[in-house]
């Protein structure tokens, strides 16, 4: 027995390493390892070096309904919901494996990850509570988060219809400056990011079609 609450031990830390190292709250390693505060606490200044951040969690849906989180939200829990079924795995490992899977997938299109791992926790959570839904697009036939309840008919995502405001950011207005004095041939200090976030996002949508054309 002695020999087993060692091994369980030994896992636990493992993967409360493995959570830290990829941007995990305390309240997330709290929740999720049995772990004691303290030691959490002292494990996440050894990998940080720093203390953990203070504050509370997300505690709404509505930030996964804007326009960006959306669809990166969206991505993250179709991934999520093969890993789950399929898988074979606890919902904690299964929210990991998705999220690399999500940052791999980012990083393939020359994007930046815009879901944190305690978002994507949070949003498996607001799920697993039926608070959120996912609704089919009518137009490219993705699945989507959306509000638990909302109408599915007629339903039409992110992806197919932008909001006017789209890519219309300081970020974005910073990026086209970089890529006009990059024209002129002075090189840009930052990699080259497209202004026009609602033409780059339809690139990812036949991806996220094929991830949940079997359901769960």
């Given at each position: 027995?002695?020999?087993?609450?060692?091994?369980?031990?030994?896992?636990?830390?493992?993967?409360?390493?493995?959570?830290?190292?990829?941007?995990?709250?305390?309240?997330?390693?709290?929740?999720?390892?049995?772990?004691?505060?303290?030691?959490?606490?002292?494990?996440?200044?050894?990998?940080?070096?720093?203390?953990?951040?203070?504050?509370?969690?997300?505690?709404?849906?509505?930030?996964?309904?804007?326009?960006?989180?959306?669809?990166?939200?969206?991505?993250?829990?179709?991934?999520?919901?093969?890993?789950?079924?399929?898988?074979?795995?606890?919902?904690?490992?299964?929210?990991?494996?998705?999220?690399?899977?999500?940052?791999?997938?980012?990083?393939?299109?020359?994007?930046?990850?815009?879901?944190?791992?305690?978002?994507?926790?949070?949003?498996?959570?607001?799920?697993?509570?039926?608070?959120?839904?996912?609704?089919?697009?009518?137009?490219?036939?993705?699945?989507?988060?959306?509000?638990?309840?909302?109408?599915?008919?007629?339903?039409?995502?992110?992806?197919?219809?932008?909001?006017?405001?789209?890519?219309?950011?300081?970020?974005?207005?910073?990026?086209?400056?970089?890529?006009?004095?990059?024209?002129?041939?002075?090189?840009?200090?930052?990699?080259q990011v497209t202004d026009a976030r609602a033409h780059e996002a339809r690139c990812p949508a036949p991806t996220l079609d094929t991830l949940v054309?079997a359901e769960v």
């Open positions: 027995m002695a020999s087993k609450s060692v091994l369980l031990e030994v896992r636990e830390i493992t993967l409360a390493i493995e959570l830290i190292e990829l941007g995990a709250r305390l309240q997330l390693l709290e929740a999720e390892t049995s772990l004691s505060r303290d030691r959490l606490v002292k494990l996440y200044k050894e990998l940080k070096g720093v203390s953990p951040p203070k504050g509370m969690l997300p505690f709404s849906t509505d930030w996964f309904m804007t326009w960006q989180p959306n669809f990166h939200s969206s991505l993250f829990y179709n991934i999520y919901r093969f890993m789950a079924g399929h898988g074979g795995c606890r919902a904690i490992e299964s929210i990991v494996k998705s999220y690399r899977l999500y940052l791999e997938h980012v990083q393939l299109h020359d994007d930046e990850p815009v879901l944190s791992l305690t978002r994507a926790w949070t949003l498996v959570r607001f799920f697993d509570s039926g608070m959120l839904q996912i609704s089919a697009c009518r137009r490219c036939g993705g699945h989507f988060v959306a509000h638990a309840h909302d109408p599915q008919h007629g339903f039409v995502c992110g992806l197919c219809q932008p909001p006017s405001r789209a890519g219309k950011t300081k970020k974005a207005a910073q990026t086209r400056a970089e890529r006009q004095i990059a024209v002129a041939g002075v090189p840009a200090e930052v990699p054309t």
